[in-house]
């Protein structure tokens, strides 16, 4: 996770390694743990649109790791089909002899908002051969939305940070522009 931190740094993101305790409120951390209290820890990014990093090492014919960037959110919930219908996303592509011929995303309102991102679309078309950027996906979780990716290695999560930074951004605005709740 040092290793990682270093390589966004460089990148130019504003990021430390992340304790539960003092960087997640009380409230969430029940819900966070899962993400967030692997054996490696996460990251806490500062000044982007992504609040944490967590990494997951899975075992399955060869290491690999499970990636989770969290967007906190207090109002979105795991249990409510309108965050369903809100954040849900995953690419649809159609490559040929290597080279990417229509992009898309399905599922909910964000995915026609990721389809319609140019910036975005086109920091894919650049990346759409390594398998990372192939896995990308959005899902919601109490309290958060998650973008979700597998990498094999650290430094490959640094090569998409672009397209998860955006994706966050994209989240960022359909939330300051619908009303999800109440303050409890």
């Known amino acids: 996770m040092g290793g990682l931190v270093r390589e966004l740094t460089e990148l130019g993101v504003i990021c430390r390694l992340g304790d539960i305790k003092r960087d997640v409120v009380p409230e969430r951390r029940s819900y966070f743990e899962r993400w967030l209290s692997n054996r490696d820890g996460f990251i806490r990014l500062i000044a982007t649109n992504i609040d944490y990093i967590g990494i997951e090492e899975v075992?399955?014919?060869?290491?690999?790791?499970?990636?989770?960037c969290l967007i906190e959110n207090q109002f979105v919930n795991e249990n409510d089909d309108n965050s369903y219908t809100l954040f849900q996303a995953s690419p649809f592509f159609t490559l040929r002899n290597g080279i990417l011929e229509t992009l898309g995303w399905s599922g909910g309102v964000l995915a026609d908002i990721l389809s319609k991102d140019r910036i975005l679309n086109e920091f894919i078309r650049k990346s759409i051969m390594e398998e990372q950027t192939r896995r990308v996906s959005v899902r919601v979780a109490n309290f958060a939305c998650i973008i979700q990716t597998r990498i094999w290695e650290y430094h490959e999560l640094t090569s998409i940070f672009n397209i998860l930074d955006r994706i966050a951004l994209n989240i960022k605005k359909l939330t300051g522009q619908i009303h999800l709740g109440e303050s409890i």
Do not use: E, S
């Open 59 to 68: 075992m399955r014919m060869g290491a690999f790791f499970d990636v989770h």
